[in-house]
């Protein structure tokens, strides 16, 4: 692999200071920096363009009505107790501060795109989101193409040997939650698109602990995060 390609180090760094290159690629990225000076120039340039993103960002102020609208559905799905279903009041909070992630995110994706014009991917994703712990620090990143979601995790993610998060589209008609599949826990991979996603009107993607395999009773057992997608 030719590192001095400008393209290939764009978008290497760019994956690098997003966090979604995980693992052996994160390391041996690092090693790279050492041996190639302009590969960490890259890198830092990556790093001030995210910074100067997040310092240009305005906080906004969500309508409660929105939060309580996704709350309400979600804690109607399930025969399950209450409590497993209603999110934390401080991940209500991070909710509407991540939009400022999602849209640094997709300004990364679109540079990438800018950096590389000789070389056009042959499709490009329409939306995206990147879901978020409590603490801010991001897990997976979806994005969604015409006909597929394809998912790359990042090493935040806690791997569990007797669960499997389970992905799922809040519609904005006030119908429970519908099912995208399951989330990797480690590596990446791609779902297949859902018929509905693209004839409905999404409020946002949820993300649920459940048994292996899936939920058993169709509607989420546990959800843990709550993301918005950004369009491109």
Avoid: C
């Avoid at 990147?130 to 995790?153: A, G, H, R, Y």
């Amino acid at each position: 692999m030719n590192y001095l390609k400008p393209e290939l180090q764009h978008a290497l760094a760019a994956e690098y200071v997003l966090g979604t290159l995980r693992g052996q690629a994160r390391v041996r990225f690092q090693k790279l920096q050492l041996l190639y000076p302009e590969l960490k120039q890259v890198t830092h340039l990556w790093e001030n363009h995210i910074n100067s993103l997040g310092e240009q960002l305005k906080p906004v102020s969500p309508d409660p009505l929105v939060w309580e609208k996704v709350v309400a559905r979600l804690d109607g799905v399930s025969d399950l107790s209450k409590a497993s279903n209603v999110i934390s009041l401080k991940q209500k909070a991070n909710w509407w501060r991540n939009v400022t992630v999602f849209a640094a995110a997709a300004s990364i994706l679109l540079a990438v795109l800018l950096l590389n014009p000789q070389s056009p991917p042959v499709y490009s994703p329409s939306s995206l989101t990147v879901v978020q712990n409590t603490q801010n620090k991001p897990l997976w990143l979806i994005e969604v193409f015409s006909q597929t979601l394809d998912i790359k995790t990042t090493e935040l993610v806690e791997v569990k040997a007797k669960n499997d998060y389970e992905l799922w589209m809040v519609p904005s008609n006030g119908q429970a939650p519908i099912s995208l599949g399951l989330l990797p826990q480690q590596g990446r991979a791609t779902l297949a698109k859902i018929a509905q996603f693209d004839s409905m009107d999404i409020d946002a993607l949820a993300v649920s602990i459940e048994p292996l395999g899936g939920s058993p009773t169709g509607a989420p057992s546990e959800v843990l995060y709550v993301s918005e997608l950004v369009l491109l």
